[in-house]
Every structure is written in C-alpha cells, then in structure tokens.
C-alpha cells in the first residue's frame, strides 16, 4: 500500500511524541511492505510565529493533497492569559476541521489493565471498560456567531446546529455500534436546550433504522456522573461539540492518563489523528511527555483511514507488552512502579519499537 501522510508536529510537547508516531509508522512500513512518504507542516503557535497565521496557507494545501495527518498538539501560555488575543493558536485546529469536513471526532477509551491503579476510579470500577466516542465537530458553540456588547460588560455565543450536521454523525455512531456492543447513548441537554431538543429529535428518527442498535437519551450531567460511576454501562456514546469536549476529558481519568488516549477526526475525505492531550509546555522539551497516545494515534490511522487491522493490533500489542513488563512514563507510574523502569519519552518511544519489532 502507499500512502502519502502529512505530519504537523504543532507545539509544546507535539514535535516530541509525533517523532515516534511517525517512527512506528517507518517502522510497520518497512515490515509490512507499505510505502509511507512523509511531509511535514506548521499550525498553532508555531504557524503564528512562523507566518502570522495559526494555519498557515501551504499548511492546508498540503493536508488537502494527504491521505492522512498526523498532528501533535496546540496552544501556547502567552495566550492563555491573554484573552483580548485576536489571533490565537486554536483557531488553526478549527479552521482546519471545517476545511477538511471533519464532522466526526473519534475517542476510544481502551483500559489496559495493567494501568487499572493509574486511574483515580477503583479498578473494580473500572476493569472491563470499552467506550467509543463519537463527538460532533464542526457545529455547537465553538462556530455559532460570537457577540459582545459595546460596554464589554455582556457576551454571547450561539448553540447552533442544522438536521444534516446531527444525521452525518449520528449514522456513523450507529453503524459503529452495529459492530461492536449495539448499544448506543446519546447525551444531549434536551430538557434545556433547543438545539438539544433537535438533537435527540434526529437521533431518535434515525434510531429507526437501527432496530438492532439499543439506543438510549440521556442529560449531559447525568452522563457526566454515571462516567466516573459506572463506565462499563457505556458502549458508543453520541455527543455534541461541547459536551463531548467535556465528557471525553473527563473519560481520560478511566484511562490513567491524557497520554494513553488517542483520536480520530475524521469526515469524507482526509482523516486527522491527534492524541487528546494538550501542548503541555510546563513539560515541553524536558523528555517527559507520553509519546503512547501519538503512537495509538498512528494505529487508528492505519485502522480507520487505510484499513490495516492487523497493522494496528500489532502497534497496540506492542504497547500492551510494553506496559506488561513494566514500563512507564511518569503520568502512568505509581508507588509500585520499578524506578528504573520510568521512562523518558524518548525511551518509551525506543521501548514500544523494540516489542515492535518482535
């Protein structure tokens, strides 16, 4: 198979943990005999820096001309505590999704069970957990029309979302547990929210010709708690832009960590593989980040966009060896870890290639 992959290193800890999404990928290349060529690009912070805009113009032309992007990770501190900041890393992320058409924004929680005493949840709690996400992307408040008053004492964002933008992802969400548990949670704001009301309206019609599929409606705080209460009642979840932001945040805790969990943004055409952490620059050029997520990132590419399920289960066995015998990044070690086996980012990335090559 060849296939042209752009990577986008962004910033903070990005360029450090997409060197071994890209390394992994080098490496199930040559194994497989695939042909992967590689460009690479600037967006974020580095963009603004580099051109005065968060996605720059040859950046997109490249994505456009890729079969898939492997991105690391955006935003920067000067901007976090500048909120009057006109132009702004995470502008690019956004421009970028609507752009390519990434409606459909894909997390998995996978729960390796040696990483069960990393996570704040009690392993009883937690053993057995398998959750897809499926959160909607290109509409909700994050590009509803923006408002604030002349006096700068009042502000508004408007909720906004059409019938297709829910249908597109809905179907994807039931087809998706159409292979995996039938079993389908829509989390929406409905007894609140007109747009939510829309929402489960939509869902509800397409739930009919998904008979297989047990569809349940449930209220984003409602979700919120019975996440942390009880994950294992959770198959695919189906949420809006907002609410999935937040719930897939709080989903990371039944990982052990935002450095195991991987994503997918995905529509008709190019797919987009990040992992959910941020750009972390307390750490950023110290070799401590989580370099597993990127990696995870590298196996859903090759799962979802090229359809290599045999690619994908091995970088994925390779990882749960790694964490088998007892490897760990500072943010998945606990008390019991072995201290010589606490790893930097380089070292975990150069470990998890070890147990992939066999």
Not at 18 to 35: C, D, M, P, R, S
Not at 94 to 111: C, D, F, Q, V
Not at 253 to 266: N, P
Request: glycine fraction near 8%; charged fraction near 30%; hydrophobic fraction near 40%.
């Amino acid at each position: 198979m060849k296939k042209h992959i752009l990577v986008i290193p962004g910033d903070g800890i990005g360029p450090e943990v997409t060197t071994w999404g890209k390394a992994v990928l080098e490496e199930i290349a040559a194994q497989y005999n695939h042909e992967f060529t590689f460009d690479e690009a600037l967006m974020g912070h580095a963009g603004i820096e580099a051109t005065g805009n968060p996605l720059p113009d040859e950046t997109l032309e490249k994505a456009k001309a890729s079969d898939a992007i492997l991105f690391g990770a955006i935003g920067h501190i000067k901007y976090d505590n500048d909120p009057s900041a006109k132009v702004r890393p995470e502008q690019g992320l956004l421009k970028i999704r609507k752009e390519l058409g990434l409606y459909a924004n894909l997390r998995p929680i996978m729960l390796f069970d040696e990483l069960l005493d990393a996570s704040s949840l009690k392993p009883e709690v937690l053993r057995g957990t398998d959750i897809l996400f499926f959160r909607e992307l290109t509409g909700d408040v994050y590009f509803g029309e923006k408002t604030r008053s002349e006096d700068r004492n009042t502000a508004s964002d408007l909720m906004i979302y059409h019938r297709y933008e829910v249908e597109r992802i809905a179907k994807k969400a039931f087809e998706a547990a159409q292979v995996r548990g039938k079993r389908l949670c829509s989390v929406d704001k409905a007894n609140v929210l007109e747009s939510s009301r829309l929402w489960r309206e939509v869902v509800q019609e397409l739930a009919k010709q998904y008979p297989d599929v047990e569809t349940e409606h449930m209220f984003i705080d409602n979700a919120a708690m019975q996440l942390v209460k009880n994950p294992k009642k959770f198959d695919v979840v189906l949420t809006a832009n907002l609410f999935g932001d937040i719930l897939t945040d709080e989903a990371s805790q039944i990982a052990g960590s935002m450095g195991m969990l991987a994503s997918a943004s995905i529509g008709d055409g190019t797919g987009f593989f990040e992992p959910i952490h941020g750009s972390a620059h307390d750490i950023a050029g110290q070799d401590k980040a989580n370099p597993l997520a990127s990696i995870l990132s590298v196996a859903l590419m090759l799962e979802i966009s090229f359809g290599l399920k045999d690619e994908a289960k091995k970088i994925t066995d390779a990882i749960d060896k790694t964490l088998k015998d007892g490897y760990r990044t500072g943010d998945i070690a606990d008390a019991n870890t072995d201290k010589a086996k606490i790893l930097g980012t380089q070292a975990m990335g150069q470990k998890v290639l070890e147990y992939l090559k066999g």
